[in-house]
């Protein structure tokens, strides 16, 4: 079965200090992933994104993921996180063959603590 | 990427009466999509809408309780009929980017929906 998995609901972490939100996925095809992020209030903003080539892949406000094919994994990660980096991150799974759907995980709180 | 706005941005809505979002984009689109996000939890696909042909509903969703229209390659609406306390809701609808982002959905702001 084809599922996306964000393993922590809530991730607080005091600012500047680095941050890793974790995402993984079960899939039997080849996949597109995606990372959004969701301001209280507003709707959801496209971080970054993998479709193919380097595993590494950076995004906005300073954000990187890194692919993993063989841990089925796509962590999100900041080096020195801000106080307006609270927020509600979601990882998303376009599964090869799904009629162009994304399938989301369950999202991560991340809230930065001054 | 387009940009997508939403009407209405929220809506207070009294049990049995049925609402109707609006999702404008300014490019032509091939695909929009309407997703359900409903208090505290992550996001449900409802429907795909393809101008031109009938919308296919996820499991779960059925067209009685949320018809979709999509006249043209720019507009579409989403209905959330007969409503309950349980249709209380972010409803967001979504398009895939142009030819060269065609992989990628980029979201509008959201209809916030609260049923009484």
């Known amino acids: 079965a084809q599922s996306v998995t964000q393993l922590d609901s809530q991730v607080p972490v005091f600012e500047e200090a680095p941050v890793e939100l974790r995402c993984n996925y079960s899939s039997s095809v080849s996949v597109y992933l995606f990372w959004y992020v969701q301001y209280p209030n507003q709707g959801l903003q496209l971080l970054l994104k993998y479709l193919s080539g380097s595993t590494l892949v950076k995004g906005i406000n300073g954000f990187e993921a890194e692919f993993n094919k063989s841990q089925t994994s796509f962590h999100l990660r900041k080096p020195s996180v801000h106080i307006s980096d609270t927020a509600e991150y979601f990882c998303a799974v376009r599964f090869s063959g799904s009629a162009r759907q994304l399938t989301f995980g369950s999202g991560t709180q991340l809230t930065v603590l001054p | 990427s387009a940009v997508i706005s939403q009407k209405p941005s929220r809506d207070i809505c009294q049990r049995g009466t049925s609402l109707t979002i609006q999702c404008q984009v300014d490019s032509q689109v091939t695909m929009m999509f309407w997703y359900r996000q409903q208090p505290g939890q992550s996001l449900t696909l409802i429907a795909t809408a393809n101008q031109g042909s009938e919308a296919t509903y996820e499991s779960g969703f059925v067209i009685d309780k949320f018809p979709i229209s999509r006249p043209n390659l720019t507009f579409s609406t989403l209905t959330v009929s007969n409503m309950s306390p349980e249709d209380s809701s972010i409803y967001l609808c979504?398009?895939?980017?142009?030819?060269?982002?065609?992989?990628?959905?980029?979201f509008g702001p959201g209809t916030r929906l609260l049923v009484l």
């Open positions: 979504s398009v895939e980017g142009d030819r060269e982002n065609q992989e990628t959905q980029y």
